[in-house]
Nanobody, 116 residues
Framework: QVKLVESGGGLVLPGASLRLSCAAS????????MAWYRQAPGKQRELLAE???????NYADSVRGRFTISRDNAKNTVYLQMNTLQPEDTAVYYC??????????WGQGVQVIVSS
């Protein structure tokens, strides 16, 4: 079973940047797509960004222009570069993989707190 492990979260000031990483135990080039979601306290989990196995990317309106998703197939890792972070970006961020014949797999999540 494929495992996803997120890292790179933490506490930052408003306006700062963070880069999240999601390391997969399998070969991500075989996955249909990988994505980043987040869930803030009391809110539903929301899709932020997705990258397909063809390299096509999609973003939520709330992060388009500030967040960038990328993948490194050689490292089996997907990244989320987050710029100009604001307090409303505070949430637990989850990595997700759409794996053929398996379905969607989730990481354990990583906390991001944006606060002064």
């Amino acid at each position: 079973q494929v495992k996803l492990v997120e890292s790179g979260g933490g506490l930052v000031l408003p306006g700062a940047s963070l880069r999240l990483s999601c390391a997969a135990s399998g070969s991500i080039f075989t996955f249909n797509a990988m994505a980043w979601y987040r869930q803030a306290p009391g809110k539903q989990r929301e899709l932020l960004a997705e990258v397909t196995n063809y390299g096509r990317t999609n973003y939520a309106d709330s992060v388009r222009g500030r967040f960038t998703i990328s993948r490194d197939n050689a490292k089996n890792t997907v990244y989320l570069q987050m710029n100009t972070l604001q307090p409303e970006d505070t949430a637990v961020y989850y990595c997700n993989a759409d794996i053929p014949l398996t379905g969607r797999t989730w990481g354990q999540g990583v906390q991001v707190i944006v606060s002064s």
